[in-house]
C-alpha cells in the first residue's frame, strides 16, 4: 500500500515538474513563464519529498523532509517576486497579448520612482531628510 | 517500484533538457536566471529520488543546502540586474 501511494507521489512529483519545464520552454514572455516555474516546480519538490518521508519513516528524516517542503514554499514565491521585480525594472517585454499591466501608469522608468496613486500634494513634495547624499 | 523510480528520473532528465534550451534560447538575462531557478528546483527532487533509490537518507542534507544555495543565487542575480538599470540583450 504504501509503495503504491509513494509511486504515486513520485510520478505525479515528476509531471508537475516537467509541466514546469515545458511551460518555461513554451510560454511568451517573463512573467509567464515565472509563473509556470515557480508554482509548478515547488509542488513537485513538495511531491517527492513527501514521498521521500513515507520511504524512510523515520523522524529524523521525515522532519527533514518536512523542512525541505517549507523551505521551498517559503523562498520560491520570495525568489520569483524578486526575479520578476527585476525583470520588470530592466525592461523585459511583456507579451503582445498583454491585457492588462497596473505598474505601468504608476512607474517612472527614468527616475525609478513608483506612485501609488495615493499621495497628497506635500507627501509627493521631494524634500531633503536626514542621511541624504549631500 | 525500481521502475517508477526510473520513470521519475527519465522525467526529471527530460525537464533539465527542457529548461536547458531555455537557457540556451535567452532571450534576456532575466529569462535565463529562471530557467537557472528551475535547474535548481528540479536538481532537489533528482537528489531526493536518488535518495530513495539508494536508501541513503543523508542526501536529504544536500537537498536542503541545494535549496539554499538556489536562492540566494536568486537574491543575487536580482540585486546585480536592478543594480544595472534598463538593458537591451
Redesign the interface.
Known amino acids: 500500500m504504501i ?1 503504491v501511494i ?2 504515486t507521489l ?2 505525479s ?3 508537475f ?2 509541466l ?3 511551460g ?2 513554451r510560454l511568451p514572455d ?1 512573467l509567464t ?2 509563473h509556470a ?2 508554482k509548478a ?2 509542488l ?2 513538495s511531491l ?2 513527501l ?2 518521508a513515507l ?2 519513516a ?1 523522524v ?2 521525515v522532519a ?2 518536512f ?2 517542503i517549507i ?2 514554499l517559503m ?2 514565491p ?3 517576486h ?2 520578476g ?3 520588470y ?4 517585454r511583456l507579451w503582445s497579448g498583454t491585457v492588462k499591466d497596473e505598474l505601468r501608469p504608476n512607474y517612472d ?1 527614468l527616475t525609478h520612482e513608483l506612485k501609488s496613486g495615493l499621495e497628497t500634494e506635500a507627501n509627493a513634495r521631494h524634500l531633503p531628510r536626514d542621511g541624504d547624499p549631500p | ?1 525500481d521502475v ?2 526510473k ?2 528520473l527519465a ?2 532528465g ?6 536547458f ?2 537557457l540556451i534560447k535567452g532571450p ?4 535565463r ?3 537557472l ?2 535547474f535548481s ?2 536538481i ?2 533528482i537528489i ?2 536518488i ?2 533509490q539508494t536508501d541513503v ?1 543523508s542526501f ?2 544536500v ?2 543546502v541545494m ?2 544555495m ?2 540566494l543565487a ?2 543575487g ?3 546585480f ?2 543594480r ?5 540583450d
Open positions: 509503495e509513494k509511486g513520485l510520478l512529483g515528476a509531471v515538474m516537467l514546469a519545464a515545458v518555461v520552454l517573463l513563464r515565472m516555474t515557480t516546480a515547488a513537485g519538490v517527492v519529498m514521498a521521500v520511504h524512510f523515520e529524523a528524516v527533514r523532509a523542512g525541505v523551505f521551498i523562498t520560491a520570495v525568489a520569483a524578486v526575479i521585480r527585476a525583470g525594472f530592466v525592461g523585459s522608468p | 517500484m517508477v523510480i520513470l521519475t522525467l526529471m527530460l525537464s533539465l533538457c527542457l529548461a534550451v531555455r534576456s538575462l532575466p529569462d536566471v529562471v530557467a531557478e528551475l528546483t528540479l532537489v527532487g531526493g529520488v535518495s530513495i537518507a536529504l542534507d537537498t536542503i535549496a539554499l538556489a536562492f536568486a537574491i542575480f536580482a540585486r540586474l536592478e544595472g538599470g534598463p538593458r537591451d
